[in-house]
């Protein structure tokens, strides 16, 4: 669920000049862009719902209809693309209306169900990536199962969308379909949001407030896992499913409105005390989606309005779960109401040391719903919808919890996690004990948290960072680097307009931003024809360590740490540490 207040907006949002140019993003598609940037190719971002179709099914006037909801919304035909002069931040165009419905039928064996194989086709399709720069970035596709058997697999990308956009794209899908008469677009667009938006200074009142209530506050979440945390996060994840049958979910509900809390608050609240127990932490900072649609004419138009924000859950020991879910209603709230922030500017202001290992701030992620994701209703005929979670992974562990289609109080719970950091059978035992935990706190709300089921002893608790594993190799001459340092230090130069560059500056700690490292990763393929990743320029993020890694050329697996860089990269991390210590400490005492 995206959590949403309505406060009074007397500023109105102008509409933009579509012809003056490439249009600027919002501040949650700047972040997401640069996820994308960091982890081309995934289908991390991708929202995928599949909807059953039973009946005689008008394949055309579904085209049709597909094309009247593509022709209102500048969204969804929406491009990216990057920048490049400073500040070196993305833009978005707007294409002309193109929307396409193409019929596949289903290529079964015999050997295999039907509905087991298209649930395969279609996760197949969600998986697809997206091209940023080219689009489209929605994708609708029809997979015929047999006579009056069809599943509409509809996929955008979130740069585009939210969860109440899909709603707001079906709804007017069964217009169309119903042969209703068309209406005008929106008068407002996404695009005239996002600039709106961009141009409103950050609000100081409300960091500052952030700043106070996490101060102290872990920006690490220790969760024990089956591997060694390498270096880098990766994209890839896996996705567990676990029904919560009505018997657990009932209960549940009841206890929260006895609690004066939302059923959102109290599984929330559920979910942050077994993250605690897991890690051992009485502090956890759980990410949770939260709405910018507090505007009329902005409920029904098709876009990212969306950003996710930290709620801060301090699961003290003694603390009855009673207590604890009116502590998160109390602090949910608060949280909304100092929502203009964003989540990249928390993170820069909070935890400003970057660790590629980690997201930063949270790695813990919560949503749920009380409805199915989307309710499709197309004239004629039977229509059922699910989602199909993406595989790859935004954090270590995302909880998703929406009541299952047609099952009354029955929930279907969803734990995507990383795999480069636990098995499936971690995270199905992972499920398993959360709802235990649910149960036990459901049914004695009064009991001190310490008493509830916690995980059970088998978790692993590798957390550490994988050991760096040096390859021999020849130690390459100075001389053999000077050419690739000098043509790094140029290119720092120009990209941070700056010409005090050391061997051994941090890019960050000289006022780099990491779109303006996309920039630097860019003209080193260009000016160098090195090819690296741009994950690498966060690994190696001084000329000394970059220039090394970029003359040994491109490897197949994880680059080799050299015992003089790993022991120049702990000076730095100290010395950089010290700076932050001594502003903190400046700060408290103004």
Request: net charge negative; hydrophobic share 45%; glycine share 6%.
């Amino acid at each position: 669920m995206m959590e949403r207040v309505t406060v009074a907006t007397p500023d109105h949002i102008p509409v933009l000049d579509r012809m003056a140019g490439p249009l600027p993003v919002s501040g949650a598609q700047r972040a997401l862009y640069l996820v994308e940037l960091l982890h081309p190719g995934t289908p991390m971002y991708n929202i995928t719902v599949a909807v059953r179709l039973e009946g005689p099914l008008d394949v055309p006037r579904l085209r049709s209809a597909v094309a009247r909801v593509v022709a209102r919304h500048d969204a969804l035909r929406t491009t990216f693309t990057p920048g490049t002069a400073p500040p070196f931040e993305p833009a978005q165009r707007i294409g002309d209306p193109d929307a396409e419905l193409p019929v596949v039928d289903l290529d079964a064996d015999g050997t295999e169900d039907v509905d087991a194989a298209a649930f395969r086709v279609a996760q197949a399709w969600a998986d697809e990536p997206f091209d940023l720069e080219r689009g489209p970035l929605l994708r609708t596709r029809l997979l015929r199962l047999g006579p009056g058997r069809h599943l509409l697999v509809v996929t955008m990308h979130q740069l585009v969308s939210d969860g109440p956009s899909l709603q707001v794209f079906f709804d007017e899908l069964a217009e169309g379909y119903a042969g209703g008469p068309e209406r005008a677009a929106p008068a407002l667009q996404f695009a005239d949001y996002a600039a709106w938006q961009r141009a409103r200074p950050v609000d100081a009142e409300q960091l500052g407030w952030w700043r106070d209530r996490l101060a102290g506050v872990p920006t690490v979440l220790r969760l024990p896992a089956d591997r060694p945390r390498p270096a880098v996060a990766g994209p890839h994840g896996g996705s567990h499913r676990h029904r919560l049958r009505a018997a657990v979910m009932r209960p549940a509900l009841r206890l929260a409105q006895d609690l004066r809390v939302t059923p959102f608050v109290l599984v929330l609240t559920a979910y942050a005390t077994f993250l605690s127990r897991l890690a051992g932490t009485r502090d956890v900072l759980v990410g949770v989606p939260v709405s910018a649609r507090d505007r009329v004419e902005l409920e029904s138009v098709i876009g990212f309005f969306a950003t996710t924000l930290p709620v801060l859950v301090e699961a003290g020991r003694d603390r009855n779960f009673a207590d604890l879910c009116r502590s998160v209603q109390s602090e949910l709230l608060d949280v909304l109401t100092h929502r203009d922030v964003t989540m990249e500017q928390l993170a820069e202001e909070l935890a400003p040391r970057r660790d590629p290992g980690h997201a930063p701030l949270v790695q813990a992620f919560f949503s749920l719903e009380q409805e199915p994701i989307v309710s499709p209703h197309l004239p004629g005929l039977r229509a059922t919808a699910f989602d199909l979670p993406p595989t790859g992974a935004k954090v270590d562990l995302d909880m998703m919890v929406f009541r299952a289609a047609g099952a009354g109080d029955d929930f279907d719970l969803t734990l995507t996690y990383r795999t480069d950091l636990f098995e499936a059978a971690t995270i199905a035992r992972m499920a398993e004990q959360f709802e235990l935990l649910l149960v036990a706190a459901v049914s004695d709300p009064t009991a001190p948290i310490r008493s509830l089921p916690g995980p059970v002893e088998d978790v692993p608790a590798t957390s550490r960072p994988a050991a760096a594993t040096v390859a021999p190799r020849l130690d390459l001459p100075m001389s053999a680097c000077t050419g690739m340092e000098q043509n790094l230090i140029q290119i720092w130069r120009e990209v941070l307009s700056r010409d005090d560059i050391g061997l051994d500056d941090n890019f960050f700690d000289l006022g780099g931003t990491s779109f303006a490292l996309a920039t630097v990763h860019t003209l080193i393929g260009a000016r160098t024809g090195a090819k690296t990743s741009l994950v690498s320029l966060l690994e190696f993020p001084t000329i000394a360590a970059l220039a090394r890694h970029l003359a040994d050329g491109p490897r197949t697996g994880p680059a080799p740490v050299e015992p003089a860089d790993q022991a120049r990269a702990a000076r730095l991390r100290d010395r950089r540490n010290r700076l932050q210590q001594r502003r903190s400490a400046r700060g408290a005492g103004e």
